[in-house]
């Protein structure tokens, strides 16, 4: 039986199980007395027997399908003749490889190709006595549960409680899936990182000014000098996250402040949807918005004023992504300017306060650790922010502070760097898990902060 | 006591002269911070107004293509090799030839190698195929003259749209002043016709502008769409619902609230490669396949799931709770009988919000392999497949400048497509929101 037909079977059998949990628990009910003498309502009986019967096999088939292709290769390497398994490991792993190409029905040649066949003839067996001997079992333990389901089925079992206990295993399970997919991200982007500091050292990694991932693959190859500074690319992405902030901080906070405290409520109910929109647009949009429209015009006009612009400068990336970032900001800081109570306004304005007054000596003081911690979300933002500098920004590593050349970010490096084909030991992709983890930590740190300083200055006026 | 002259202060003008005196300059100050607010306001929506207006601008031209009207001859001895009208002969057919004897039927006086090449360059590769499916579903055609439109190639359709200018210097373009003339002889025949582009939506990506499609990418992140919308809505609201209704006040909820709170605000680009690393490297699931693209969207949409699930449940009054509680129903009979449909509808919106963000992410399937050139249309969860923003974000590297078109196009499809989203749940929340 497939995978498919033998899980189908089981649902069948759960639904048939809550059915015949359900019946059992009202004849035994009808037996001592009525429906009143059951501890739970019948389709909870129910549920515990599907839960019995369904549970347990699908867990069964879960681990079997995960353990199933190494046991399979052990039982094959066991039988293979003398000659193939005196080979060394790498030639048995090939000769392995051959074996299952087989038998995924493409053709496999080399020297070996009898011995091939033969193994991948056991190997189909094998995984035909495998699938056999699965639904076998899976059915088996099925029908197990049943058998023990119909046992336990008494009016004094208290099935209500053991259902709930399985669903509130399923709720718990699920919430802990965040831990588990941040747990993931460190891992993996710590495991390669730590692969790629064996080869390159972390403090010329962090400290070296010069970056050109290309190793030589031959030792007199030219141009291919392997350096991995990163400092270009963190100044680089500092610089374009830095005229992101000029661009989004100043319009983002004065609309929030002008949303906030002087438009009108008509206006505020236009202009919000409009922010939501210009925040819901996707960045590869902004990404071709930069380079079709926003970058020519830069360079147009750094003509007309003697000026040399790369056509990829750092402004236009910048300037875009600032864009991108204006309603990131103006929401964040509308919302603490409105957590603000409103008497400390009316005190303001009572001393005679102007309304600008209030705000500007009053208000944005009271509320500027929101603010910051906000600021902070947008440049943890603008920092892995990626399809706007992959489209818009260069590719060369240059450190420079000019925002009218071209520099590179991080993020433009992991995705050149992993893009496409590529061998996994090489320090060249390696090293896109690094800066993989300098970017993860750096955007972990801003939002910790962040997070930390808009909870508490929240809490502060509730 | 100290008279009226002793005190601080003496000899300045009264106070509410004071006052009087710097109200102008306090009252400019006031206007001019309220200005600024405006400014502000109105350089971001001018910003979004630019935005759209040069997508747009760039991108409507897009939907329509311009066709050629050729005169066909089915030559026999050309069209049908082995002369017995089967499949396999039919297919092995010359109809390049067939093509460009139509272009040198209706250009009589074009000799010379590189003159004919140039005038054959103006119809789309496309006809060649067009010409043999409709031989091979119908060979009777054979040895018969057919009149029927073909695409052009996407430099005369630029000419066509205006956005290649016979004003500029020949070097500066890619037509020739010839092929300007014979394309102007072609519209003043009316043999020249811009017609809707239904290629657009029915081909896969070719190398080819006028060929090019958005079906394949469309499919490919409706695929993804599902597995993401499959793995996350029911993992988020359950999550939800456990921190929100089950939970203990204790460090290890905190952990997971805190985590829940950061894993938001990591880059996307971060969970491509942990999808690149666990998903393709330790899993060994297939490269470019929507069902790796699906899984790790699930993981990046689930916290704005969660978020706006628990501000949700949240949003239900505890009365509700108690009075079930009071009816005997058990917390997890009131959770899901009570607390949950009423909070549904918040969490449907949260969850398409998720759903709108995953749609127009890219960063993380660039990552995971899904920026490859990918001609056919997948299948499943298992083919090799690109996503709608990865489209658009290849079309954008292309150079030919029928392929900014078209890029700006899949753009604004792609935007149609999140409008009518955020539209969904703005109606959702209108419908079902409640004060309670």
Known sequence: MSMSTVVLVLLLMSAAAFMLGKRRSMALAEASGGIGSLHSLPSHYGSWAAVLVGVPAVLLLFFWQALEPTVLDRLVIADLPPEVRAQDEARLGLFMNDVRNTVAGNIATGAQAEAVQVAAAEYRALQKDSARLRALLAVGIALAGLALAWQTIRPSFRARNRVEGVVKFFLIACSTLAIFTTVGIVLSVLFESIRFFQRVPVTEFLFGLNWSPQTALRIDQVGSSGAFGAVPLFAGTLLISFIAMLVAGPIGLMVAIYLAEYAPRKMRTVAKPMLEILAGVPTVVYGFFAALVVAPKIRAMGMTLGLDVASESALAAGLVMGIMIIPFVSSLSDDVINAVPQAMRDGALALGATHAETIKQVIIPAALPGIVGGFLLAVSRAIGETMIVVMAAGLSANLTANPLEAVTTVTVQIVTLLVGDQEFDSAKTLSAFALGLVLFVVTLILNVIALHVVRKYREQYE | ?436
């Open chain 2, 1 to 436: 006591m100290s008279s009226m002259s002793d005190r601080p202060g003496a000899g300045r003008p009264p106070i509410h002269e004071v006052v009087q005196q710097s109200l102008g300059r306090r009252y400019r100050a006031e206007r001019r911070f309220k200005a600024y607010g405006i400014i502000a306001l109105v350089l971001a929506l001018s910003f979004l107004g630019l935005l759209l207006i040069s997508i747009i601008g760039n991108g409507y031209t897009a939907f329509q293509q311009t066709f050629v009207k050729l005169e066909f001859t089915l030559d026999p001895e050309t069209v049908d090799p082995k002369g017995d009208r089967s499949e396999a002969s039919l297919r092995t057919g010359n109809y390049l030839a067939v093509v460009r004897n139509a272009l040198s039927g209706e250009f009589p006086d074009v000799s010379g190698r590189s003159d004919r090449r140039a005038l054959s360059a103006l119809v789309s590769t496309g006809a060649v195929y067009q010409l043999q499916n409709m031989v091979m579903e119908d060979p009777s055609l054979v040895g018969q003259t057919v009149e029927m439109w073909v695409p052009a190639d996407d430099d005369a359709d630029m000419y066509m749209k205006g956005r290649i200018s016979a004003d500029v210097p020949e070097s500066d373009r890619r037509l020739t002043d010839k092929q300007i003339g014979w394309l102007d002889q072609l519209i003043a025949d009316g043999r020249m016709e811009k017609k809707f582009n239904t290629a657009l939506f029915t081909n896969g990506d070719s190398r080819d502008p006028e060929l090019a499609g958005i079906l394949g990418a469309v499919k490919g992140s409706f695929y993804m769409l599902m597995v993401t919308l499959a793995l996350s809505f029911p993992i988020g609201v359950a999550a939800a619902v456990y921190l929100e209704e089950f939970a203990p006040k204790n460090r290890w909820t905190d952990l997971i609230e805190v985590n829940i709170n950061n894993l938001a605000a990591v880059p996307s680009i971060v969970f491509g490669l942990l999808g690149l690393a666990v998903f393709l490297n330790f899993f060994g699931l297939p490269r470019s396949a929507p069902l790796v693209g699906g899984l790790v969207l699930a993981l990046m949409t689930l916290p704005t799931i969660i978020i706006a699930s628990r501000a949700a449940l949240k949003a239900v009054p505890p009365s509700i709770r108690e009075a079930a509680l009071g009816m005997g129903a058990s917390r997890m009979q009131t959770t899901f009988h009570h607390v949950i449909p009423l909070a549904l509808p918040g969490m449907l919106t949260g969850t398409i919000i998720g759903m709108a963000q995953a749609l127009g992410e890219s960063a993380p399937l660039l990552m995971i392999g899904m920026v490859a050139f990918i001609v056919d249309v997948p299948q499943g969860l298992f083919d090799p497949a690109t996503a709608l923003p990865v489209q658009i974000y290849l079309w954008a590297d292309s150079p030919e400048r029928a392929f900014v078109e078209r890029t700006s196009a899949a753009i604004i499809v792609l935007l149609g497509f999140l409008l009518v989203m955020n539209l969904l749940a703005v109606l959702l929340r209108r419908k079902f929101e409640r004060r309670w």
